[in-house]
């Protein structure tokens, strides 16, 4: 129940899915957690299901300048920082032929803007021997139609890491990414596509995972704490696929 004692964290998109779950997780393990989400209604909506030390934080983490106030207000709460777990993502999906400049913008200033500008500001308040994660996807191991956009977002994010990796390693920072297969949460209601599409396409996934099933939350929130946590105190730089074995086949 202590594994993260006294740690600080901050998790972004941590009012939804993945990020909610790790926040939950994060807390019973005894950390304090910066709770960081674009909409503040859904904020505190989702504040007053939680126990333990907390704060939210309402930051768009496309926008420079909620980067830096969501780490003020992080290290102005409670000093440094141990754990920072950008997860914050999109996935809106779109064939080729019809990406538009906006489609291509939203998800850079999301997927790969976002987290680059989050790393940056937090860097000088992260201790030495922190943990730095990111939520990648298997979708830049694999090709999955109408993702194109997405897919290379990942990947940029993927190669960012391992640049971070090396850049922090005087310091004993930890740098992992978690590349998540389907996994149950409400991106699948936002990717702009009608229900019945979007049941089919769970469908299909879940067909090609070799476990025969979709993910849940909580199962990445288990891999975002062993990640963060002494256990992986000799994992760095990698990243580790949760996904039924999707993309291993
Ligand atoms: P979700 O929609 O439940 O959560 C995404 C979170 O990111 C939400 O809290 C949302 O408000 C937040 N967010 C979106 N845009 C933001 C912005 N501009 N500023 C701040 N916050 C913003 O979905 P999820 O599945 O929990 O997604 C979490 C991460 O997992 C994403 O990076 C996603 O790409 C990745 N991922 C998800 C799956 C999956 O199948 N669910 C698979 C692989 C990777």
Redesign the pocket.
């Known amino acids: 129940m202590n594994k993260l004692k006294n740690k600080v964290a901050i998790i972004?998109?941590?009012?939804?899915?993945?990020?909610?779950?790790t926040a939950k997780l994060y807390l019973q393990e005894g950390a304090k957690v910066v709770l960081?989400?674009?909409?503040k209604e859904?904020l505190e909506k989702v504040a007053e299901t939680l126990e333990g030390d907390f704060i939210t934080v309402v930051?768009?983490?496309?926008?420079p300048d909620?980067n830096s106030n969501l780490i003020k207000v992080a290290t102005d709460t409670y000093g440094k920082i141990d754990i920072l777990f950008?997860?914050?993502?999109?996935?809106p999906v779109i064939p080729i032929t019809d990406i538009t400049e906006t489609h291509y913008d939203e998800i850079f200033?999301?997927?790969v803007k976002?987290p680059i500008l989050a790393t940056k500001e937090a860097l000088p308040h992260i201790n030495d021997g922190g943990t730095i994660l990111?939520?990648?996807?298997?979708?830049n191991q694999k090709g999955f139609d109408g993702l194109g956009v997405?897919s290379a977002?990942?990947g940029a994010l993927r190669s960012f890491a391992r640049v971070l990796t090396s850049e922090v390693k005087s310091r004993g920072i930890r740098v992992n990414s978690?590349?998540?297969?389907?996994?149950?949460?409400?991106?699948?209601?936002?990717m702009g596509l009608p229900q019945d599409v979007i049941e089919e396409m769970g469908k299909g996934?879940a067909g090609q995972v070799p476990l025969g099933r979709?993910?849940t939350?909580e199962e990445?929130a288990k891999t975002a704490l062993f990640l963060a946590s002494d256990d992986a105190s000799y994992i760095n730089g990698i990243e580790l696929e949760v996904?039924g074995g999707l993309s291993q086949i």
């Not at 930051?59 to 926008?63: G, L, Q, R, T, Y």
């Open positions: 972004t998109g941590a009012n939804s899915g993945i990020g909610l779950a960081a989400g674009r909409r859904a930051a768009d983490v496309s926008i909620n950008l997860n914050a993502g999109i996935a200033n999301i997927n976002g990111f939520t990648s996807s298997i979708v997405y977002s990942k978690i590349a998540p297969g389907p996994i149950d949460t409400p991106i699948y209601g936002k996934f979709f993910g939350s990445i996904d």
